[in-house]
């Protein structure tokens, strides 16, 4: 092989390498980006919202080993909203403008769980804070609140029944509420995490929280661009 041959050989070899850099610079470009947009505001709706119900998510079944665990999940995430004070809690979900549906991990992968027809009262609740005072009662069970179609849920003739729900994670989901909320709306923001809705950390609702300040800068931040943009 001739050393003027060796040394066209050489060159391609550079040049193909110099696109093998391109591209993966191109990729881990692209996976910044990709990173940023996992981390994408949520709708602006969500800052301008005042009013959430909290629920629990549809097809929510009791744990044998804790029968109230999403109940007192329910009342927990309800006592951290009214802590943080932004919102005004509502007992129905037309009449909200979030929705925020709760389910209690079972710190398993699968756990033996009961279940029955939704009460059809919610007790009458007066709930006090430094920030805000909720006091009503819900008539009926929530749109959505159902356990139809459940592997196990309770039979027509209204009695509970046993079956078995998979999920060792707190679930916490936010929804847009009013009348098109629904048992198969699509959640705008959802958090699962062990521990998730344990009391009094309720990281869940604080991950939230902050999820929420971070819009409200990004948008800030944006109004204050256009604005700019307007009278440079």
């Known amino acids: 092989m001739t050393k003027q041959r060796l040394n066209r050989i050489c060159?391609?070899?550079?040049?193909?390498?110099?696109?093998?850099?391109a591209i993966v610079?191109?990729?881990m470009g692209s996976t910044a980006l990709a990173n940023k947009k996992e981390k994408a505001t949520l709708p602006?709706?969500?800052?301008?919202?005042?009013?959430?119900t909290v629920l629990t998510l549809p097809g929510t079944r009791e744990s044998i080993a804790d029968p109230v665990g999403n109940r007192r999940a329910q009342e927990d995430v309800e006592k951290a909203f009214l802590k943080?004070?932004?919102?005004?809690?509502?007992?129905?979900a037309f009449t909200a403008d979030l929705v925020i549906g709760v389910r209690k991990g079972t710190g398993n992968v699968a756990s033996p769980t009961v279940g029955g027809p939704p009460s059809d009262t919610r007790p009458a609740t007066i709930e006090t804070t430094d920030n805000a005072i909720r006091i009503g009662a819900q008539k009926g069970h929530p749109p959505g609140d159902t356990q139809s179609g459940d592997a196990?849920?309770?039979?027509?003739?209204?009695?509970?029944?046993?079956?078995?729900?998979?999920?060792?994670?707190d679930t916490l989901e936010v929804f847009i509420g009013g009348d098109g909320y629904?048992?198969?709306?699509?959640?705008?923001?959802?958090?699962r995490k062990v521990d998730g809705l344990k009391s009094p950390t309720m990281s869940a609702v604080e991950q939230f929280r902050k999820a929420v300040e971070e819009t409200e800068k990004a948008i800030a931040q944006k109004q204050k661009q256009q604005q700019k943009q307007k009278n440079p």
């Not at 629904?182 to 923001?189: D, Q, V």
Request: net charge neutral; charged share 15%.
């Open 11 to 21: 060159e391609k070899g550079m040049f193909a390498g110099g696109i093998l850099v």
């Open 182 to 191: 629904s048992a198969n709306s699509a959640p705008i923001w959802v958090c």
């Open 152 to 169: 196990g849920a309770a039979g027509t003739n209204g009695r509970a029944t046993t079956g078995v729900q998979g999920g060792g994670e």
């Open 84 to 92: 943080w004070g932004r919102y005004q809690l509502m007992q129905e």
């Open 44 to 52: 602006e709706l969500v800052v301008k919202a005042q009013t959430v």
């Open 25 to 27: 610079a191109v990729s």
